[in-house]
């Protein structure tokens, strides 16, 4: 078997004593597309918080591409949108897109930027805008159009469709479903079980520190006889 894209193990993650990941085992093939969903607080955030180690965990292991998650060489191949993403309000749209650009060891191409925009419907306008001016979706758009000009094997994002209205809703879609075409990775939370259904080769549910269903939305339905997702995930978080 090939080494997955994303490789966690075991884990087990406590906030001062109380658990919230307790003995998590995923992984998730290169190519895949898998959605992350549970209630408000199962931990969802917390888990891929520990996959770009922004948090320790007591317990367990994560591998990216067969490297230890802990190594910044093996994040590399990575692109991330945080849940509550903010950038330094004082960048333009551009400058920000610059710095990232720096960040990952890219060069910043105006022409890709414009062109990403207009895939995320995106006003070009918010490249000379401060992002302090920027809507709650301008901002979110923003953030999108940085993972992906990043152009990396693999993008996890915390609730990418937050803020986006529906015409930017389907363009983001269409953006991962290119994205998966090409052969990326895509691992990303989300509360919008039809986005899950529409998108994802699998789906993960995580309730009370662990995961409690892992297989194709289909695969999940048929394990909880409903005719829905909504019903299916009602009757697995019960
Ligand atoms: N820094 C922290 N210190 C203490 N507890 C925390 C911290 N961060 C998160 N928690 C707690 O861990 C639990 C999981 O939070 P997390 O943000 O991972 O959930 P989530 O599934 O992403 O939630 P949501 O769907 O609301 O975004 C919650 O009970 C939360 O209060």
Request: charged content about 20%; aromatic content about 8%.
């Amino acid at each position: 078997m090939s080494t997955p894209a994303l490789r966690f193990r075991q884990l087990v993650k406590r906030y001062a004593g109380t658990p919230v990941l307790e003995g998590i085992d995923l992984d998730i093939a290169a190519g895949e597309c898998v959605g992350l969903v549970g209630v408000n607080g199962a931990g969802k955030t917390s888990l891929l918080k520990c996959l770009f180690d922004f948090v320790s965990f007591e317990s367990g292991s994560i591998e990216i591409f067969g490297h230890g998650h802990r190594l910044a060489q093996a994040r590399r191949p990575l692109a991330f949108l945080p849940e509550r993403f903010m950038p330094p309000y004082y960048l333009t749209g551009a400058e920000f897109l610059k710095y990232m650009a720096k960040l990952h060891g890219n060069t910043y191409d105006i022409h890709a930027a414009h062109a990403m925009f207009d895939a995320l419907d995106l006003d070009h306008a918010a490249l000379s805008m401060p992002v302090r001016k920027h809507s709650k979706g301008m901002t979110q758009k923003l953030g999108l159009a940085a993972c992906f000009l990043a152009d990396k094997q693999a993008y996890v994002l915390d609730e990418p469709m937050s803020g986006l209205d529906p015409k930017a809703r389907a363009r983001l879609k269409e953006r991962l479903l290119h994205a998966r075409s090409q052969g990326a990775t895509v691992f990303f939370s989300s509360h919008a079980l039809a986005d899950i259904d529409e998108l994802c080769d699998r789906m993960a549910i995580l309730h009370g520190g662990q995961l409690r269903f892992i297989g194709t939305p289909a695969a999940c339905r048929e394990a909880y006889g409903a005719a829905t997702l909504e019903q299916a995930f009602l009757a697995c978080v019960h």
